[in-house]
Antibody, heavy 116, light 109 residues
């Protein structure tokens, strides 16, 4: 059974940094593309980034240059480094497995709040 | 960039059929995926590749896609179906690669 557990969300000041983690289990992590999707309070879903099984990385324009996705296949873990945070980055961040160009399993999310 | 348009809300009585649409230019040429998100929960994939259901999703959930509109249909609606529904497409030739619709709130009367 696929399990994804995010951690690392916190209250951070504008311009600050944060590292989110996602611990994966129940599947062969190294075989899967993985992604981060976020949801601002009361708003819809927004894809943030994904990383291929071989390590290629892709980002939405709003975070490109500020966020960095990475993975550690030995630890079955996915990460998202958030730098130069802005108020508009406030959201619940979900880790998800990528199936056939969809997100077939999701974690419970971790809340990032950017505020002074 | 590519845009997916959903009506903000749909209401239906229990036992009736709910139709949730997702509009996009020539969306019929793309694979569309649908997610259900209940309050304070993570999204769940309910339909993928236009009309396929993941294991564990009831047959009451079905999808279609043609022209400029993709449709999620929920038959025999139950109170527990009340949720937000999002459509999604993936096109690596676009920027961004992944697009979500704005979401539709399904209210069961």
């Amino acid at each position: 059974q696929v399990q994804l557990v995010e951690s690392g969300g916190a209250l951070v000041k504008p311009g600050g940094s944060l590292r989110l983690s996602c611990a994966a289990s129940g599947f062969t992590f190294s075989d899967y593309y993985m992604a981060w999707v976020r949801q601002a309070p009361g708003k819809g879903l927004e894809w943030v980034s994904y990383i291929s099984s071989s390590g290629s990385r892709y980002y939405v324009d709003a975070v490109r240059g500020r966020f960095t996705i990475s993975r550690d296949n030995a630890k079955n873990s996915l990460y998202l480094e958030l730098d130069s945070l802005r108020a508009e980055d406030t959201a619940t961040y979900y880790c998800a497995t990528v199936g056939g160009y969809n997100f077939d399993s999701w974690g419970q999310g971790t809340l990032v709040t950017v505020s002074s | 960039s590519y845009v997916l348009t959903q009506h903000p809300s749909v209401s239906v009585a229990p036992g009736q059929t709910a139709t949730i649409t997702c509009g996009g230019e020539r969306i019929g040429t793309k694979n569309v995926h649908w997610y259900q998100q209940k309050p304070r929960q993570a999204p769940v994939l309910v339909v993928y590749d236009d009309s396929e259901r993941p294991l564990g999703i009831p047959e009451r959930f079905s999808g279609s896609n043609s022209g400029n509109t993709a449709t999620l249909t929920i038959s025999r609606v139950e109170a527990g179906d009340e949720a937000d529904f999002y459509c999604q497409v993936w096109d690596s030739s676009n920027d961004p690669h992944v697009i979500f619709g704005g979401g539709t709130k399904l209210t069961v009367l």
